[in-house]
């Protein structure tokens, strides 16, 4: 099994706040580009930035899998379901019934009682808390991962993780296509592990064996390919079908998250452990990101609201370059406060 360091420990933490600030950023530059004119400058800008970082939501779950996959302590499942219920069924439970309050009284929405199951059974109490309910399915079959992969050589697992992704993006582009993207809270974490089993598989890999320097001409293709298609795939295809390529499994997403993660662990490998405040800077942002994620949309659109009025072609680069800043600094105080709260310290944290 894989052991622990400190150096570990501080390159999943450091992605973990890079892969948040990184779906803000998604908002944001979906937000402003996709206002502005296509084929603009200021919409290549926003597009850019936005397929710069369509790798968060994959990192996240490689993250968790390389966290969680790692049975080095020999837990029993109901022990890791108690450990696991506390981490993600409070803050599950809190947020939807949170933000179906915020449809109600900021959105002015109807919810009878059947659109509210429809909301949850889809997923969709807000348009991120999708990613509570995915990663809430993985903690389910984490067990039965754990013996798979307690049970199984690395090539096995390779290749498990190389079929899954395979059949997740193929389902996803159907989905796109002839299903109207559907979701269900019962399948919705399904395509997910591949992801999952990957964040634990490229801990294996010796790091000599890869050079950062194809990692960063992967990264910079990826992008290149996924920002220059953007407006043939909506052409071809329309709204919101041509959106596929912006999916976590369109290939070139799934490359660029695989690379991403990895070339964090190659740095890693050869980087010394953070020391004295930035250690402790680390350590403590990273404990807020699930504070910060929940929180983020309500905050970027009380930003948003406020400065739309403002919203020209003179500062739109500001625009992008302040507002997920301002979202990330917000978030954090705010999940601070809360984490003080022994009562509401367990929906953020």
Known sequence: MLRRTSTDIQYINILRILALFAVINVHVSTWMAYN???????????????????WSIPVFVMVSGALLLDDSRNETPIR????RAQRIVVPLV??????????KVVGH???????VIKLILTAE?????????????????????????????????????????????SYSLINNLVLGNERSIFTIFVPYIGYYLCGYQLRFIDPRKISSKYLAAVLILCVIYTAMLTDIFVKTL????????????????????IA???????????AKPLEGFAKVAVER?????????????????????????YATDDNFLLGLAVVPVITFIGCYLITSLIMRIPVLRRVVC
């Open 36 to 54: 502005t004119t296509p084929l603009t400058f200021d919409w290549w800008v926003g597009n850019w930035i936005h397929a710069m970082t369509l």
């Open 80 to 83: 890791f379901y108690k450990k």
């Open 94 to 103: 809190f947020w939807t019934f949170f933000y179906l309050v915020v449809r």
């Open 109 to 115: 929405e109807e919810l009878t009682a059947g659109y």
């Open 125 to 169: 109490p807000y348009y991120h808390l999708w990613f509570l309910y995915m990663i809430t399915g993985l903690y389910l079959v984490t067990p039965l991962l754990r013996t798979y992969i307690k049970h199984s050589s690395s090539k096995e697992r390779i290749s498990l993780i190389v079929m899954i992704l395979i059949l997740a993006s």
């Open 238 to 257: 329309g709204q919101p079908n041509g959106r596929f390529l912006y999916n976590s499994f369109s290939p070139p997403v799934i490359v660029m998250s």
């Open 260 to 270: 991403v993660f990895w070339a964090a662990y190659l740095i890693s490998c050869h």
């Open 285 to 309: 942002v990273a404990s807020a990101t699930l504070g910060i994620y929940v929180l983020h949309p309500i905050i970027l659109e009380y930003i948003c609201d406020r400065l739309s009025k």
